[in-house]
């Protein structure tokens, strides 16, 4: 009788244990596959693409000067008005030479077609038209050469001369900064020199005007690393599309790099914890009874999740939060999901 009872008062206790075992909520997410890119960031600073001197392409004194130094000019912005009276009489001229040409060859032709002068004569007055037309065209464009317009959108950086100096053809009038585009400069180690073509994309931010990135192009990378064995690379941004870049900023840039090797998997930096030296996860089986497994990590993918090399598949479930509260094969029972509608689990 008394063994009976003990029996019995054995298992019921036993029966209370497993009712009273603590069944934890935790996050649960899968395993993602890694992309096959790597990101690096190196420190880049802006300057102006390129300085342009703006020079007539003919020769005079200088009647007009429209701009002065630092002003802000636009593209087809005139700059400069040289004196044009030499010009416009030598279109003049050249305009009542090509006049009383066309009147001859005109008569000329009209008799070719009568068959009643030979096609030499024929061929002399089409000629002669041709070289008087000619004559005009470049009369035309000498004087359309004395106003001195901006090839690009910049800023004047020095005026050369003042009003009513005597220049030839060719002479810096003014020098500015061509503002097209930007470029970035920055420099890389000998390792992702190596590498270049492996790289995808480049990309920068300048944090205190705001932290879109914008793209990069590539122009070019210097043949010869300098003396710290850093490799200089030249890129290219369009100062349209962020009004406020100015040189002489410095320019976060990112570069992503594909990744060579077997394709590897991501978790949240959250879901690792570290005993005695190595690194592990919780991952949570079918029996919903978490088990510890050792994982190999890798480099971090830049958005908060690291790589995992070994030790995972892509949609494994594992734990994400509170790992290091939980013990091996202990019941745990996954949170539920929170919906986009219900914004703090108010609803």
Not at 34 to 42: E, F, P, Q
Not at 69 to 87: P, S, W
Not at 158 to 164: D, G, I, S, W
Not at 276 to 287: H, I, L
């Amino acid at each position: 009788m008394l063994l009976t009872v003990l029996i019995l008062f054995w298992g019921c206790d036993g029966n209370n244990k497993e009712q009273n075992e603590i069944i934890r909520k935790v996050k649960i997410e899968p395993v993602q596959q890694a992309d096959s890119l790597s990101v690096k960031y190196y420190s880049g600073i802006i300057k102006g693409a390129s300085e342009v001197n703006l020079a007539f392409r003919v020769a005079g004194p200088i009647r007009k000067i429209l701009v002065k130094e630092g002003d802000y000019i636009n593209q087809g912005q005139l700059v400069a008005q040289m004196d044009t009276r030499d010009y416009e009489v030598q279109l003049q001229a050249a305009q009542a030479q090509y006049d009383q040409v066309e009147a001859e060859a005109g008569r000329v032709i009209e008799l070719y077609s009568r068959e009643s002068v030979n096609e030499n004569d024929y061929d002399k007055a089409v000629s002669g038209l041709k070289m008087v037309g000619a004559k005009l065209k470049n009369a035309k464009d000498q004087l359309n050469d004395t106003q001195l317009r901006a090839p690009a959108s910049g800023y004047i950086q020095k005026v050369n001369f003042e009003e009513n100096e005597l220049i030839d053809a060719g002479m810096p009038v003014v020098s500015m900064i061509d503002v097209g585009y930007y470029q970035v400069e920055i420099d890389i180690p000998v390792s992702l020199y190596v590498q270049r073509d492996a790289i995808r994309s480049f990309s920068g931010v300048q944090p205190s005007i705001s932290d879109k990135t914008f793209d990069l192009q590539l122009l070019s990378y210097s043949k010869k690393a300098n003396n710290n064995q850093l490799y200089k690379v030249q890129l290219r941004i369009n100062p349209d599309r962020q009004l406020k870049l100015a040189p002489g900023m410095d320019v976060q840039v990112k570069i992503e790099l594909a990744t060579n090797g077997s394709p590897q998997t991501c978790v949240p930096l959250t879901a690792l914890f570290n005993e005695k030296g190595s690194t592990f996860v919780w991952v949570y089986p079918s029996s919903k009874r978490v088990q510890k497994r050792e994982v190999v990590i890798g480099n971090l993918t830049g958005d908060g999740r690291i790589r995992i090399s070994e030790g995972l598949l892509p949609d494994e479930q594992i734990v994400v939060a509170g790992v290091n509260n939980l013990s091996d094969n202990e019941q745990v029972e996954p949170l539920e999901a929170v919906a986009e509608t219900n914004v703090g689990g108010l609803l």
